[in-house]
């Protein structure tokens, strides 16, 4: 171990981002070591970590698996539920925390970490989503960096180094499309958990598989740049650019853009996020542009995709609204894996949730976390 090795806390280490995430720490032994990690309920891989990685401490969010993790890990400080998420957190004996924590439930660890002066690898856009203001001022007051893992958000971070704000004209959030980027809207009332989880370039978790059909992802990820970038909301646009190749643009005011460009692996904006300002080398898959041949993009359908429209309509009205539209897209995505509702249904909820709960111009964390639960509730029980 060397001077320069960060101390990381990963949380969420089970899911997509956390296993990519240890996956560039594994490559990078010298720079990177694993303090903390945390799981929900994936025991097994829980564990298997912890032997690898030798943490100093490990949460589990399913407290009915907490016996086995703690038997299984002698020697380990073994914290559960969301007491031990949150305490877990709140350290402040490392250099950066990733939270690679899914949905709502990773905005409050976000907030902790921030308040113990820890600085953020964020792929949790949720957070940002639901409680933009308040994370930006934490960050000013307690002097924490925010380091984006999103591969579009990544992107437009990369493309802004050493530019002047007066410079940007706007920013472009590419997207894939998703799965029915060709799919007449008359056939998404037959759409499948199966067809909706089948993408054609990423291999993410269920929640952001479904989020990327239903192009909801691109609604968060402009609510997120927002409070990233500090543009206004017709400042950001979205292009569709099927082959996943560009990840994001910047638009100057001189009618040059810059591009960022990779192949459609997580690894990349997670490793700039833990090394940055370096660029680590690393022989991850390279992109071979000659090969793929041809890049098209194409407009949104924001009719088709209602969503999409739902997110912008969220962020130009601001308030309680992008809370709501968040956790009430969450559950509903929830019920629609779990095969309650139909594919159609999402953005039907959604909508609904927004009508019927009391907007807040100014939300702070307890009036969040307060409207999280109404959501839920809402979204269950409709």
Request: proline residues 5%; glycine residues 8%.
């Amino acid at each position: 171990m060397t001077s320069k090795t960060r101390q990381l806390s990963v949380l969420g280490s089970t899911g997509s981002i956390g296993v990519n995430a240890l996956n560039v720490v594994r490559r990078f032994p010298d720079h990177f070591r694993v303090k903390y990690i945390s799981g929900y309920s994936q025991v097994d891989l829980l564990i298997q970590q912890a032997h690898e990685f030798s943490p100093q401490a490990v949460a589990i969010g399913d407290e009915d698996q907490f016996v086995r993790l703690k038997n299984a890990l002698p020697g380990t400080e073994v914290l559960k539920g969301r007491a031990g998420l949150l305490e877990l957190a709140a350290r402040d004996d490392v250099d950066t925390m990733l939270n690679g924590i899914v949905g709502s439930a990773g905005m409050e660890p976000t907030i902790c970490s921030i308040l113990a002066g820890v600085n953020i690898a964020l792929s949790n856009k949720e957070s940002l989503v639901m409680a933009g203001d308040l994370i930006n001022k934490l960050l000013a007051e307690k002097g924490v960096a925010l380091y984006p893992v999103d591969s579009e958000h990544s992107a437009i971070w990369q493309c802004l180094v050493g530019e002047a704000p007066e410079d940007i004209k706007r920013l472009v959030i590419t997207g894939s499309g998703g799965p029915f980027r060709t799919t007449p809207v008359g056939a998404f009332k037959d759409i499948t958990v199966t067809q909706a989880l089948n993408h054609p370039n990423w291999a993410m978790g269920r929640k952001i598989t479904i989020d990327s059909a239903t192009m909801m992802n691109k609604g968060l990820e402009v609510i997120e740049a927002f409070w990233l970038f500090q543009l206004p909301a017709e400042r950001i646009a979205i292009v569709i650019h099927p082959q996943s190749i560009i990840h994001s643009m910047v638009e100057f005011v001189d009618g040059s853009v810059k591009a960022q460009l990779g192949l459609p692996d997580m690894k990349i904006p997670i490793q700039y996020a833990l090394s940055y300002p370096r660029h680590f080398p690393q022989a991850w898959e390279q992109l071979d542009l000659a090969q793929i041949g041809t890049l098209t993009f194409e407009e949104p359908d924001f009719k088709k995709f209602e969503c999409l429209q739902l997110a912008f309509d969220a962020l130009q009205s601001g308030g309680s609204l992008p809370v709501v539209l968040n956790v009430a897209n969450e559950e509903a995505v929830y019920r629609f894996l779990d095969g309650e509702i139909p594919f159609t249904a999402i953005p039907e909820l959604i909508t609904k949730a927004i009508n019927a709960h009391d907007y807040l111009e100014h939300p702070e964390l307890d009036d969040i976390l307060a409207l999280e639960k109404w959501t839920q509730a809402f979204i269950q029980r409709s």
